[in-house]
C-alpha cells in the first residue's frame, strides 16, 4: 500500500484588526492586511492593504496595493492606490497608478512614479 501526503489547501490569509480595536506602534506584514479599527503608526506591507470605512491610520503607510476606504493622515507610498468614495488621505501620495473614486477625498501632493523606461537608440544610416 503506497501513502502519499496531500498537499495543504493554499489559503488566502488577511491578518485583521477589527473595528474596536487600537493599536500604537509600527506594522510589518508580508500577509495581506485589513485595517478596521485605529493604528498609530507606520505601516510596512509587501501585500495588500485594506482599510474599512471607519479606519483611522495615522502614520506613513507603504504597501504594494492599498485599497482606502477610511481616514489616513500621514503619507501613502504605493504601486497601486484606489481612494474609494468613503476613503480620505490628508497627505502625500506617492504611487504608480492611483485611483479617485467620486467623493473620494484627497488632501497633499501627489507624485506618480515609474519605472525607467528602457529606450533602444537606432543608428543613423548614412
Known sequence: MKITKSKPAETHVMSTISAGTKFTGNLDANAALRIDGELDGDINSTNKLVTGVDSLITGTVKSEEILIGGKIKGMVNATKVILQSTGFVDGDIKAKEIVIEAGGMFNGAC???????TIALKAKQA
Open 111 to 117: 507624485e506618480m512614479t515609474q519605472s525607467t523606461p
